[in-house]
C-alpha cells in the first residue's frame, strides 16, 4: 500500500509572501521610476537652482506606487 | 496674511542733473524695486553708469582680491561709521596693498625654493646610501658611469664580462654605481637590462650624498620656519584689518550699486524715468523722500498695474512674524502670484500637523526639539533660523501626536492586552469599537495595532486636506476670472465627491443608488465644461491622492519598527532583562544610543519630505500656480556700517 504525505502550506506564509511581494516589487517600480526622474531633476536643479520645488515634487511622483504596495501589504496580512 | 502685499507701480521722472540724488534717497530707502528698462522698441536710451563708478569698482576689486588673499569671512563686526571709513580708506588700502604685496611676493619666492629643495631632495635620494663624492661620478674618458636601481645582485654576471670594474651595490635599496671600462659598456648594459635596471639622473652637486643631504633638510627647515613666519604676519594683518575691510567692502559695494543704477534706468538727453514697484502702504513714504532729496524737482507719479503686468507684480509676503519661517517652503516652490492666496498661513498649520501625525514619538520630538533650540541658539545664518523654526512647529506637533499614541523612542508608554507598557501600571483605556476586528480605539492610541483604522482614517484626513486645497483654488479662480469658472473648474470637484457619497450611502441601502449616479454625472459635466477633457482624466487622482495619504500611518509605522528593533537588539538580546549588569550593559547602551541617533536622522528627512510632498502634489496641485517675482527692493541691508 501506497502512503501518500500531503505537504500544506501555511496559508498565512502565503499571506506573508504575497505581502511581501506587494512591497518589493512596487518598491523596485518606484526606485525604477525615480531613478531616472531623480536623475534628470538634479541635472534641471544644476543648471537652475529654483527648480528644487518642482524636482522634488515631480521625483517623488512615482513613490505613490510603492505606497499603494504597502497599503495592499497592510491589507492582505 | 493670505495675501501678498498689495504693491503699486510707481514712475519717478526729473532733470538729469538731479539723477544722482534720486539715486541716492531711493537707495537709502531702501524700498523701491526698479523695473529693469528695455531699450527695445522705444525712443529712450539706457543712461550711463555715474562718472565715480570705473573708479570705486576698482577698489571693491582690490579689497575683495585682499579679502579673499587673507580670507577675512562674514562675522559680526561692531559697526563702523561710513564717513570714518571713507576718509581712512584710501591710504589705508594702498596701505593694506603695499604690506601684503611684499608679503605675498616674499612668500611666493620661498614657497618657489621649498619645491626647489623638494624635487633636488628627490634627485638625490637614490644616491644616499652609497659614500661617494658627487664630482666621482662624472668627467671621465674611457670610464662609462651606471648609475641606478636593480632587482637583484648583478656583480656575478658582470664578472664574467670584465674584471676592470668598480661596483657599488646597496643590497637594501637595490640602488646600483658601476664604473666600468667603456668598451665594455655595451655589453655591460645587456647584462643590466636584463637585471630590470632603471637609470637615475645623477645630480649636479658635489660632495658626498649623506651629507648633502642634512644640508638640503637643514635649508628645507629654514625656509619652512620662514613661511610660517609670514603666514602669521599674513595673519597679523587680517586680524588688523578685518573690520576695515568687511566695512568698505560694503561702503563700496553700495557705491558701484548706486553708480550702476543708470543701467537699468530710461534716458532722454536731459531727463530721466523710473520705473517700479513699492508697497502701497510705503507710497507716501517714498514720495516724501525722494521730495525731500531732490527739493521737489522729481515727481513721483503711480501708475496703473494693467492686466499683463499683473504676472510681473513683485511679490513681497504679508504674513505675521510667526508664519513667515513657512515662507522658505513657499519659495522652495516657487513665490505666489500677485492675485493668489499666498498658503503660508495654510501650511503653518497642516505642514506641522502632518509632520507630527507621521513622527509621533515623545522622544523624538524632545530630542529634535532639543536640537533645534540648541542649532537655534549657536549659529546666527540667517538661511538656517527659519528652517530650525520649521523643525520646531514640528516637534511641538509630533509632541501632541506623540502623547496622542503614547510612544516614547519607539517604545510603548502603555500596556495593551497583555504587552507591557513602559509605563508600569498604564493601561490602555479602550473607548470605541472599529468595524475592523481587534482594533479597538483607546487612549494611547497604538498605531501598530490600529493599522487598519489608521489607514481609513489617513484617507480622510487627506480628503480634508483636499478639499481644503480646492476650496482654495475656488476663491483662487473667482479672483481671477469669475465665479462662473470657480463653480466649473474647482465647485465640480466638491459636486463629484458628494456624488460618490451617495452612491456609497445607496450602495449601503441608505438611499436610492440612482440619486449618487445622477449627482456625480452632473459634477463630471461640470468639469468637463470647466476643465475640457482633461477634467475627466483627472479624476482618477481623486483616489490616488487621497490614498496617497496613508504614507502618513505607512512612514510612521516604519519608523516604530526601526526604533523598536533598535530597542529589541539593545535591551532583548544584547542586555536580556534581569541579566547582570556588565560589560554587555555598555555594548547595549552603545547600540541604543547609536540606533536612535540614525532614527533621529531618519526622522527628520522622512517625515519632512514626505509631509512637504503631502503639501506639494496634493495640496498644492489643487490650486496653486506659483511662479511670482521676488520684491527685491533697490537698496542695501548694511550690516558692518551704520549711519548716524
New interface residues.
Partial sequence: MVTETVTMMDPSGLKAIGAALAVGLTGFASAYAEKEIGTAAIGAMAENE?L???G??LT??P??IV??G??VA??ML | MLKPKQMSRAVIVGHKNILEETVDALHKANLFHIEDFNEDGSDLKIGKPFESGSEVSKKLVKIRSIASLLGVKDVAVEKQCPSEVCSQLDSSLDKLDDELGVLAEKKHVLENELKEIGSSKKDLLPFINIDLDLDLYRGYENLAVFAGHVKENVEPSISKITSSYELYHDQHSGAVVLFVARDKAADVAEVLAGASFKESRVPVLSGVPSRLLADIEQKEVDVTRKIEAINTEIEALKLKYADFILASNELLSIEVQKSEAPLRIATTESSFLIDGWLPTEQYVEMERTVNAATNGRAFVSPLDITKPDIKKVPIEYDNPKIISPLQEIMN???RPTYKEIDPSALIFITFPLLYGMILGDIGYALILLTLALAIKKIVSSDAVKPLMNILIYCQVSTLFFGILYGEFLGFPLAGYHGYPGLIPGFETIDLLATPFPGEVIGFPLHRTHL??TF?VATVLVGLLHLNLGYAVGFINEKRKHGISAAIFEKGSWFVVQFGILLTVLGYLEMLPIVAGIVVFLIGVVMLVKGEGVKGPIELPSLL?NS??Y??II?VGLSSISIASTVNLIAFGMIWPPGSPIGGMTIFAIVVFLFGHALNTALSIIAPG?HA??LQ??EFFGKFYE?GGRKYDPFGYIRKYTEEK
Fill in positions: 529654483s528644487f520645488g518642482k522634488l515634487i517623488v511622483i513613490e505613490t505606497i499603494f504597502l497599503v497592510l491589507l | 522652495l516652490y516657487g493599522v487598519m489607514i490616488s490614498l496617497s496613508t504614507r505607512a519630505l512637504l510632498r506639494y502634489v506659483g
